[in-house]
């Protein structure tokens, strides 16, 4: 699930900077009874995780209904940056550990390369194909 017309508020900019998203794609994972929030990037030797703030994470996806709905342990909130735009969406945690291990091999820091910046696009351009858009008004545990 997408949510085409999210774009970060401008309070929400200097939140997602703080996130250090590395080549514009992370993801994040809110861990069932802990109260947090993992951030997995992508690396040259593996996926690389951080915890996040709850402040932080309040301040950049305050707007966004993907993360509204997200379920713990089980999907990942994607965020891609291209052009200077962010966007985000809800996947299936094991589609975003899929896609982060077909970029293991290609990935060259700082941004990943080319062959790993083509397979992202790829990867987006699939997922926008099946992407169901999110209303705004979308809450966990009501029909989206």
């Not at 990942?76 to 299936?92: E, I, K, M, N, Q």
């Amino acid at each position: 699930m997408g949510d085409p017309q999210w774009r970060p508020a401008p309070e929400a900019g200097k939140a997602l900077a703080a996130l250090d998203v590395r080549g514009g794609l992370a993801f994040f994972v809110r861990r069932c009874g802990a109260g947090q929030v993992l951030a997995v990037r992508p690396g040259p030797a593996g996926p690389v995780e951080s915890e996040v703030e709850p402040g932080l994470w309040q301040a950049a996806f305050a707007g966004a209904a993907p993360a509204r709905l997200l379920v713990d342990d089980v999907e990942a909130l994607l965020l891609w940056s291209d052009t200077g735009r962010a966007r985000c969406a809800l996947v299936p945690l094991d589609a975003a550990f899929a896609l982060l291990a077909a970029l293991r091999p290609l990935w060259r820091e700082p941004d990943g390369g080319p062959a790993a910046r083509a397979r992202v696009t790829a990867f987006l351009a699939d997922l926008d194909r099946r992407a169901v858009p999110v209303p705004a008004t979308a809450r966990w545990g009501t029909p989206a």
